[in-house]
């Protein structure tokens, strides 16, 4: 369980986070959302042990991250953002040095060294010195590094930043294998992420929370819930079929993209649209190449929120 | 194995695996032995001792130890390892100790590999090795304490440069702390007893006695304060700034 209550962190003038209150609990992956300088970072950095809260409370497992931080560091895993290390060591140096660290010895300790240089396809690379890997290796180590002890809690800043599509992928398939039994926290701004791994999201700005909720319910407040998108064969039909649409008493507003001869119906709260639109595209003989139901734009939600 | 072992271990393991190790014993011999035989007048004295070696010291230490302590913390700020060192259950202390431990560890192998000059001064003649060992001893101590300032410089910036010129000066301020060059700085407002507090302090006092062969318990009490002081201002440092 990680508990934060009224956390806070002030720079002189600056308040980087403020008052920040969550639970996270076993079996959740909790995205973290936000702007850049948000506070994302300091938030995780306080939970980390890396930086002193100014004010509140945060504990790891029931341990509190500032009066027992060596028991909180203990039962956490943590990827700082742009997972730094040792660029002169090679990855068995570094990745033994990590299980020295971490208290592991004898037959665990070659045990965790196999499973996260398997898990974490590392065998190829090492004998390479960190300086010289690639920036998606890179990351892979800071991830075997945070898994090294099989912490009951995993803190990832930003896991996925700067790497490229099939290894966004790969971190985002290992995460999901490993959320079944552990808490994890990632932060991220790239929305995808939050649908592909998050079982819920905070969304922070200027160092508040000002959203916590499933994906799905995040999307709910868009208003593209429950849109429907209407693409025709003949961009002739737009202007017809919009009048037609408009006059629908469930729809709220409709928008054009000329270029794509697309047509989107926004419903009035509550309102399902999708059964007229389907009976009306069929009536009118519109030649309708795809009709599809939006679940909501994170994005859009994202940008009001912390506009 | 502790942790501070650990740490101990993998700094030690980092300077041989840059030029760093090799660059620094090199200079280190060689700097030893052209002061030794050309200022020092080594042969000339007709004297079985090692006394023209360890003279140099203090100024060798003054310029060669800060640019190895430089690294100590600034890199770490720097890279954003510190992130990472300090986010796994070891205690600020014990980076701190283990750090400083594996650059004194590391002079103490430079020092030691002066021994030829030992072979030679004991081929020559009959020198008193108990003095010799007192000045390995002194030479030693002597790097620690520049060592240590040499830390706590470099916790306080990011920049390796800037760390090494103020390790630099604020040794060199404790090097000539009995002299009218540090002392006058004060002379003009602070009273006698804190002029005698600052002269006391200076690094080539307590080191001159040690080189005599005479080991005091409070040059050594000197030497031990002052890194436990500036190892616990690290620690200070940092826990201040680590995250800046």
């Given at each position: 369980m990680?508990?934060?209550?009224?956390?806070?962190k002030r720079?002189?003038e600056?308040?980087?986070?403020?008052?920040?209150?969550?639970?996270?609990?076993?079996g959740?992956?909790?995205g973290?959302?936000?702007p850049n300088?948000?506070?994302?970072?300091?938030?995780m950095r306080?939970?980390a042990?890396?930086?002193?809260?100014?004010?509140?409370?945060?504990s790891?497992?029931?341990?509190?991250?500032?009066?027992?931080?060596?028991?909180?560091?203990?039962?956490?895993g943590?990827?700082?953002?742009g997972?730094?290390?040792?660029?002169?060591m090679?990855?068995?140096?570094?990745?033994h040095?990590?299980a020295d660290?971490?208290?592991l010895?004898?037959?665990r300790?070659?045990?965790r060294?196999?499973?996260?240089i398997?898990?974490l396809?590392?065998q190829?690379?090492l004998e390479q010195t960190?300086?010289t890997?690639s920036?998606?290796?890179?990351?892979?180590?800071?991830l075997a590094?945070?898994?090294?002890?099989?912490p009951p809690v995993?803190i990832?800043d930003?896991?996925?930043?700067?790497?490229?599509?099939?290894?966004?992928?790969?971190v985002r398939?290992?995460?999901?294998?490993m959320?079944?039994?552990?808490?994890?926290?990632?932060s991220?701004?790239?929305?995808?992420?939050?649908?592909a791994?998050?079982?819920?999201?905070?969304?922070?700005?200027?160092?508040?929370i000002?959203a916590?909720?499933?994906?799905?319910?995040?999307?709910a407040?868009s208003r593209?819930h429950?849109a429907?998108?209407l693409r025709?064969?003949?961009?002739a039909q737009?202007?017809?079929?919009?009048?037609?649409?408009?006059?629908?008493?469930?729809v709220?507003?409709?928008?054009?993209?000329?270029?794509?001869?697309?047509l989107?119906?926004?419903p009035?709260?509550?309102?399902?649209?999708?059964?007229?639109i389907?009976?009306?595209?069929?009536r009118?003989?519109?030649?309708?190449?795809?009709?599809?139901l939006e679940?909501?734009?994170l994005?859009?939600?994202f940008?009001t929120?912390t506009? | 194995?502790?942790?501070?072992?650990?740490?101990?271990?993998?700094?030690l393991g980092s300077?041989f695996?840059?030029?760093l190790?090799y660059?620094f014993?090199?200079?280190?011999l060689?700097?030893?032995?052209a002061?030794t035989?050309?200022l020092?007048?080594?042969?000339e004295?007709?004297?079985?001792?090692l006394?023209?070696?360890f003279?140099f010291?203090?100024?060798?230490?003054?310029?060669?130890?800060?640019?190895?302590?430089?690294?100590l913390?600034a890199?770490e700020r720097k890279?954003?390892s510190?992130?990472?060192l300090?986010?796994q259950?070891?205690?600020l202390w014990q980076a701190?100790?283990?750090?400083?431990l594996?650059?004194?560890?590391f002079t103490?192998?430079?020092?030691?590999?002066?021994?030829p000059?030992?072979?030679?001064v004991?081929y020559?003649?009959?020198p008193?090795n108990?003095?010799?060992?007192?000045?390995?001893?002194?030479?030693?101590?002597?790097?620690g304490?520049?060592?240590?300032?040499?830390?706590?410089m470099?916790?306080?910036t990011?920049n390796q440069?800037?760390a090494?010129i103020?390790?630099v000066?604020?040794?060199f301020?404790?090097l000539?702390a009995?002299?009218?060059l540090v002392?006058?700085?004060?002379?003009a407002w602070?009273p006698q007893?804190?002029?005698?507090?600052?002269?006391?302090?200076?690094?080539l006092?307590?080191?001159?006695?040690?080189?005599?062969g005479v080991i005091?318990?409070?040059?050594?009490?000197?030497?031990?304060?002052?890194?436990?002081f500036?190892l616990l201002a690290?620690t200070?440092?940092l826990?201040?700034?680590?995250a800046?």
């Open positions: 990680i508990k934060t209550e009224h956390l806070s720079y002189d600056l308040v980087a986070v403020d008052d920040v209150s969550f639970q996270v609990g076993p959740e992956v909790l973290f959302l936000g300088g948000a506070g994302k970072t300091t938030t306080m939970l042990g890396f930086v002193t809260p100014s004010g509140g409370r945060a790891i497992c029931g341990h509190d991250v500032v009066e027992a931080p060596l028991a909180a560091k203990a039962s956490l943590y990827l700082p953002e997972a730094p290390s040792y660029g002169e090679t990855v068995r140096a570094f990745l040095f990590i660290l971490r208290g010895s004898g037959a300790r070659a045990q060294l196999t499973h996260v398997e898990h396809q590392l190829e690379v960190i300086e890997l920036k998606g290796f890179r990351r892979r180590v800071g590094q945070a898994i090294m002890h099989d995993l990832l930003e896991p996925t930043d700067g790497l490229d599509p099939n290894q966004k992928h790969e398939t290992l995460i999901n294998t959320a079944h039994d552990k808490i994890i926290i990632i991220t701004h790239i929305l995808e992420e939050v649908d791994v998050c079982s819920r999201a905070i969304i922070i700005a200027r160092g508040r000002v916590d909720d499933t994906p799905a319910g995040l999307a407040r593209y429950n429907v998108s025709l064969e003949n961009a737009l202007a017809a079929a919009r009048a037609a649409v408009a006059a629908l008493p469930g709220a507003e409709v928008e054009l993209s000329e270029r794509e001869a697309r989107t119906a926004l009035r709260p509550g309102a399902m649209v999708l059964p007229e389907s009976a009306l595209a069929n009118d003989g519109l030649s309708v190449q795809d009709l599809h679940s909501g734009r994005d859009e939600v940008r929120i506009a | 194995m502790s942790h501070v072992g650990i740490i101990l271990r993998r700094e300077y695996a840059t030029p190790a660059v014993i090199v200079i280190f060689v700097l030893a032995g002061f035989f050309y020092g007048g080594f042969y004295r007709g004297q079985a001792d006394e023209p070696f003279t010291h203090p100024w060798l230490y003054l310029f060669l130890i800060p640019a190895l302590s430089m690294r913390w890199e890279s954003g510190i992130e990472l300090m986010t259950p070891v205690t701190v100790l283990g750090k400083f594996a650059a004194w560890l103490a192998l430079a020092l030691a590999l002066t021994f000059l030992w072979l030679t004991n020559l003649g009959h008193d108990g003095a010799i060992l007192a000045a390995y001893l002194g030479s030693l101590l002597l790097a304490g520049f060592l240590a300032v040499g830390s706590c470099s916790a306080l990011r440069v800037v090494f103020l390790a000066v604020v040794c301020a404790f000539l009995g002299f009218p002392l006058d700085v004060f002379r602070a007893p804190l002029l005698d507090a600052i002269a006391s302090l200076s690094f006092a307590h080191f001159d006695a040690i080189t005599k005091d318990l409070r040059d050594l009490l000197y030497f031990a304060m002052l890194i436990g500036f690290t200070i440092a826990e201040l700034h680590k800046d």
